[in-house]
């Protein structure tokens, strides 16, 4: 099976110039065939803010009501995507910037309410792999950011995390699917003060004995749970670090798999 | 050779959710391989008014800045383009956004700076037939923005007439390709007065008795210009008129040929 990589990153390289640049790098000189995904939560306030619109946040994640849609397919899909896009291009990477709507790529249903109504965002209903592969087979490299559609006019946001995920099990019925997710630390960490205390391997056996030292919890305990949903269906491993998890040289990151 | 339609859309129909849902169906309705094309201006300038943004003209052309430049990233990129996919996608029609820098669709120049500097606008110098040609044989369908890129990182605006010409002419390598100018007018009028007289034809003879007769002129004159460089250039024929004439029952609008 042919290999795929997807490599999602956060808030903290797309805000920073010269860390999205030197990320862009890396990633287009990762071989074979790689899908991108990001968020743009950062950008996505700050611009809600100079409109005037409030951003609401519960439990970490963005109460989108019909003004900050806008705002977010505004950032994500038009700024932080195209931008993304031209500068992968100048790199001899032939980017495609998407958002679920695109070709019908990602489908999601709204979030029913219950205790709390959190508006337009979608949870992943499913992917069109062999879309997706079209694009990935005509030497197109796919640019997700975090917005999905109902499939009947709707755009929707959805977490980027949830979409790498979703994507890669997608995807695993064609490829070897590896996730990438970079983010600010090292990798899961054995002593949260010290950042170099990397776990470098994770299996199912590990997860059940950090879960009970109590070392994986708060932020990372959704992560985590993400990661063994997407190995339990069908995707071959996931590695959390930052950027330079992507070169050869650095091998302090931590690899998941069942 | 393939028939491909090229279908151009102004902000009178997409301001109006009315008028770009009827619009949309008619699209959806085309038969053969297709193209959709928008602009988004009026929609970028209330969200620079928004924003505090100053929107200036020069001769109709807007003054692209670099915060002008965000906006229309924004609104064009995303806001405009994504909503329009959501919409096809809920009627069966599997459009796929882009601006020029997807795929390296449309690459252009920085206009150089004349007696007028433009700012981020950018004159189109190459279009990626091949590329947009794998869409299409996918059997998506492509939905442009007025955006293109220099290919060295920088997002450039550029004029949806320009966009949807010189896409036309790229794209009459491969198929028998026909423009559609949408716009408020049921077409080429003989008297601006009288918004029924619509002249049905005009070849490369007729154009000249009208140049010669004043009836072509102001904001006429460049798009019939746009027109016959792009029947010069390969394009087979470009109609403008009202969205009616995208279905069979209306046949009171402009064909221009050479």
Known sequence: MEKLSIIKIGGNIIEDE?????????????????????GGGKRATAMASKLGIESKMVNGRRITDAETLEVITMVYG???NKNIVAKLQAINTNAIGLTGADINSIKSDKRPVKEVDFGFVGDVKEVASNSINKLLQADFTP???????????????TNADTISSQVAIGMSKLYETSIYYCFE???????????????????????LELLNDGI?????????????????????????????????????FTTITL
Do not use: R, W
């Open 78 to 80: 038009g700024l932080v």
């Open 216 to 252: 994986i919890a708060n932020g990372m305990l959704p992560k985590l749970e993400n990661c063994f949903d997407a190995l339990k269906n069908g995707v071959h491993q996931v590695k959390m670090g930052n950027t330079s998890m992507l070169t050869k040289e650095n091998d302090n």
């Open 18 to 38: 010269t860390s999205l640049h030197d990320f862009l790098k890396l990633f287009s000189n990762l071989e074979g065939k790689k899908i991108l995904v990001h």
């Open 143 to 157: 640019v997700f950011c975090a917005i999905t559609h109902d499939g009947k006019g709707q755009l929707l946001n």
């Open 185 to 207: 630390l090292n990798g899961v960490l054995q002593d949260f003060s010290d950042t170099n205390s990397v776990i470098k391997l994770i299996n199912s056996k590990k997860y």
